[in-house]
């Protein structure tokens, strides 16, 4: 399980603009945000891709992307995105705005052009340098 | 790009100056990247020229910024395509139904407002989502379940707006909505019901108001902005559990599906069931279809197959939430129903308690636990994804039996393969009635596509001529389905476009929404 740490949300604070999250901003004007996820002790952008990924590409059952990408890789790679260290933040990026087969385009006012950067950085953090 | 029709490059350039002084510059999106993301993935139009596409979008933070816009919509003659989360996918996405609309996409107004589970309901915003809305509950401890609608990524407000449906006793979206704030096309904000009245301490606890009812108007509809929406919520239940009632031939549909009628309007049996048939699904799964295709197995033929095989011709799961002794007394009584059906057999399912632990190896019917999920995107695997055809028909087994040989015919006249479709038999998402869906394969193949639009097409015509009309459709479609609901001379249609030219008089709000279009532009009718 991840740790999670509660924040209370009420419509006044979310009024003020931006919150922090352990020092990872996460933008107000970017809609779909669990604010409840901590980003303690975890990797830049690890909060961005538990916002707007995980509910597709997360572990457990019922995770259409990563049914999808155990299907195309068959273990050859991780199914999980957030275990695999051979992406492209660019080729991320453009999945993101193009789509891919069923993953839909996402817009600037789902997933910010910073917010895209910081779930790149993080997909990408275990790459051999 | 498309410019908006009869807008001059300059004027349009003005507008989005404009609207750039209203929102900051970074929320008016034009250069063809941008605009680009506002694309339906799941188009059957894609890479067509009649693909709709918008001209620009616009991304205001409030009500006093919508109501500028509106303005210079106005002056200008912009017309706006309004969007919540913008993933009303299946039925057109985030693009709008006329080529060249800016998108007027209001998910940064993401506030949740209220949630109250000492009365059930919630306050929210367009740009909230049923992920929002479930992790703002879990958080704060609540004691209410949302509806989610089976993708979770979209919009309460969207999806009652559409009206659409989830899978718990609340499963009938727009049913559920009490009190809206609307920005009107001259930039007026009304709100509906008790919250007319100014010092209301009501307004999502009593639908009415006083007077007219107006809600149902500014549903599926370009007649204004909706800024809030009330949406009456379910306690938390105690417990969960479900069960598979099967009868083993043919025209045991009949009493079936009155047993069914008697126990929904009961009470008894609540929230969205799927009539099943292991016996078609296994016809098809043999190269057959579920449909009744022209020269196909006869009824006789299949109930042999279906006692070779051990094959009920029916089945349905039913789902009861709410005390354990409740919902035990539920099932028992709907056993004793269902057991004046000779033959009916019956299979106790799941049985959770709340809070329940789920392991990772179970098949747990997330949206039915009032638990947003994608998961229902597995099923759909291939393609590009999907659109949707629903029309409604009656809950009663003779309407059943004249869907499967009427489509089966229909797909036989279209020369198609019904398999390489997605179809299930009927659900009942909304009380009283039943409703089909049709998933239609979409690919970015212009030919694929054509195929699939010749058969949506036909599959509207066949419908009505049977009486039967869509309670929802793709933007592509809205004209084609608007058509068919031509009683008297398509006075309903007339109506709503009196009333259209009235309250929004140079026909800036969603052109084309539900085949309503202003006077200016209502040569642009398919």
């Known amino acids: ?129 | 790009m498309k410019l908006p029709p009869g807008v001059s490059a300059s004027d349009f350039a003005a507008a989005l100056e404009k609207f750039a002084a209203v929102v900051g510059k970074e929320w008016v999106f034009s250069s063809q990247d941008d605009v680009d993301l506002y694309r339906d993935s799941y188009s059957p139009l894609w890479h067509e020229e009649d693909e709709r596409v918008p001209s620009a979008a616009v991304a205001p933070d409030g009500v006093e910024q919508i109501q500028a816009i509106v303005k210079i919509a106005n002056t200008y003659k912009i017309p706006l395509w309004t969007i919540s989360t913008g993933k009303n996918l299946a039925y057109g996405g985030s693009s709008p139904a006329l080529s060249g609309s800016v998108i007027l996409d209001l998910k940064r107004m993401n506030r949740i407002l209220e949630v109250n589970d000492k009365n059930h309901y919630a306050l929210v915003e367009p740009g909230v989502s049923y992920f929002d809305l479930y992790h703002y509950i879990q958080d704060h401890k609540l004691n209410v379940w949302i509806d989610p609608p089976d993708p979770g990524w979209g919009s309460p407000m969207g999806n009652s707006l559409e009206r659409g449906g989830g899978r718990t006793p609340m499963r009938d979206h727009f049913a559920s909505v009490c009190g809206m704030e609307i920005v009107l096309a001259n930039g007026e904000v009304i709100r509906t019901g008790m919250g007319a009245l100014p010092e209301s301490k009501t307004w999502q606890q009593y639908k009415y108001g006083f007077g007219p009812y107006v809600d149902g108007m500014f549903s599926q509809s370009n007649f204004g902005i909706v800024t809030k929406i009330g949406i009456w919520l379910m306690p938390s239940p105690e417990a969960y559990r479900d069960g598979v009632v099967s009868v083993p031939k043919h025209d045991d549909l009949i009493p079936f599906v009155d047993t069914l009628s008697f126990l929904i309007d009961s009470s008894v049996v609540r929230g969205t069931m799927l009539l099943d048939s292991p016996l078609l699904s296994y016809r098809a799964s043999q190269g057959g279809s579920v449909l009744d295709m022209p020269g196909g197995p006869t009824v006789a033929e299949t109930e042999k197959l279906g006692q070779e095989k051990g094959l009920p011709y029916w089945s349905m799961e039913l789902h009861f939430w709410g005390p354990p002794n409740v919902i035990d007394a539920q099932w028992e009584y709907a056993k004793e129903k269902f057991s004046a059906i000779p033959g009916a057999t019956f299979k106790d399912g799941r049985y959770y308690h709340f809070p329940m632990e789920v392991k990772d190896t179970d098949a747990v019917p997330w949206v039915a636990l009032g638990i947003p999920s994608l998961s229902v995107f597995g099923l759909i695997a291939g393609g590009n994804g999907h659109m949707d055809f629903s029309p409604i028909i009656p809950m009663q087994a003779e309407a059943v039996f004249e869907v499967l040989s009427a489509f089966g015919k229909a797909y036989a006249d279209l020369g198609i393969e019904p398999k390489n479709q997605f179809f299930s038999l009927p659900w009942c998402f909304f009380p009283h009635s039943f409703v089909l869906l049709f998933g239609f394969p979409i690919a970015h193949d212009v030919e694929k596509n054509r195929e699939s639009r010749r058969a949506f097409q036909r599959l509207v015509e066949v419908a009505a001529e049977h009486g039967w009309g869509e309670y929802r459709t793709h933007v592509a479609f809205m004209d084609a389905v608007s058509n068919v609901y031509s009683f008297n001379n398509h006075a309903l249609r007339r109506l709503h476009e009196r009333v259209k030219d009235a309250i929004d008089p140079n026909g800036i709000l969603s052109p084309g929404k539900s085949g309503i279009w202003p006077k200016r532009l209502r040569q642009q009718r398919a």
């Open chain 1, 1 to 129: 399980m991840n740790a999670r740490v509660v924040i209370i949300i009420g419509a006044v604070l979310l009024s003020f603009g931006a919150q922090r999250c352990n020092g990872q901003e996460v933008s107000r004007s970017s809609a779909w945000t669990r604010t409840t996820i901590s980003g303690q002790g975890q990797p830049k952008g690890y909060v961005q891709f538990e916002n707007y990924c995980s509910m597709c590409h997360g572990p457990g059952p019922g995770q259409p992307g990563t049914m999808a990408l155990q299907a195309k890789y068959k273990g050859a790679e991780p199914a999980l995105l957030a275990d695999r260290t051979d992406l492209n933040g660019a080729v991320i990026k453009a999945y993101v705005r193009n789509g891919i087969s069923i993953m839909p385009i996402f817009r600037k006012t789902e997933i910010s052009d910073a917010n895209l950067d910081l779930i790149a950085e993080y997909l990408t953090r275990n790459n051999k340098k």
